[in-house]
């Protein structure tokens, strides 16, 4: 990958992370990145193309790094809670996650960016499932739960951008951690 390509998806993912899916325009990019909206066209082809390899690409760095994270860690408790902190430094950093943005414009996704956003989405889901693998007395099924969890964060994160203070993060932090032994 040329330098110029790395750096204008490094340029898209952060520009729709701090805003929306607006922001990875091409003229958008070609602006940040200092050269022509063609020049951008040149290294992707076309803006649906940029968005479901930008979500792909976002799909393995995510679940790479929170797999780094929890490495060793088997235990529920501690592994949903580095989950949390994931989204934490979201707030923090005044992000948001890549499949929010993209869930909250799907009138400009392609078929192959709302598959990369489902695929990203039950990725999460799988996660969840398995961290709850060694949980027990759970209040419904694992696979119901894993889904109700991912809704909690993604759903605490949108509300959060609101305001500095992240309460429903914090929130579903405990609610997470009440959840019967685990």
Known sequence: MS??????????????Q???LAAASFRE???????KSSSVHYHFQSRERLL?????????????????????THRPRQRLGALIDVFESFHT????????????SPHELSDASLGAVNTFLEHMERWVEDALQKASLLPIPKDELACVIV????????????????????????????????
């Open 29 to 35: 990019l070609g602006k940040a990145a200092g050269i």
């Open 151 to 182: 809704s909690t964060l993604e759903g605490s994160l949108l509300f959060d951008r609101l305001s500095d203070n992240p309460r429903h993060l914090h929130a579903a932090r405990s609610w997470i951690a009440s959840l019967s032994s685990y």
């Open 18 to 20: 701090q805003a929306n």
């Open 93 to 104: 950093h005044r992000r948001q996650c890549m499949s929010l943005a993209y869930a909250a």
């Open 52 to 72: 479901t390899e930008l979500l792909q690409d976002y799909d393995l760095k995510f679940f790479s790094e929170l797999d780094a994270a929890t490495a060793g």
């Open 3 to 16: 330098e110029t390509r790395a750096q204008l998806k490094h340029i898209a993912i952060d520009q729709i």
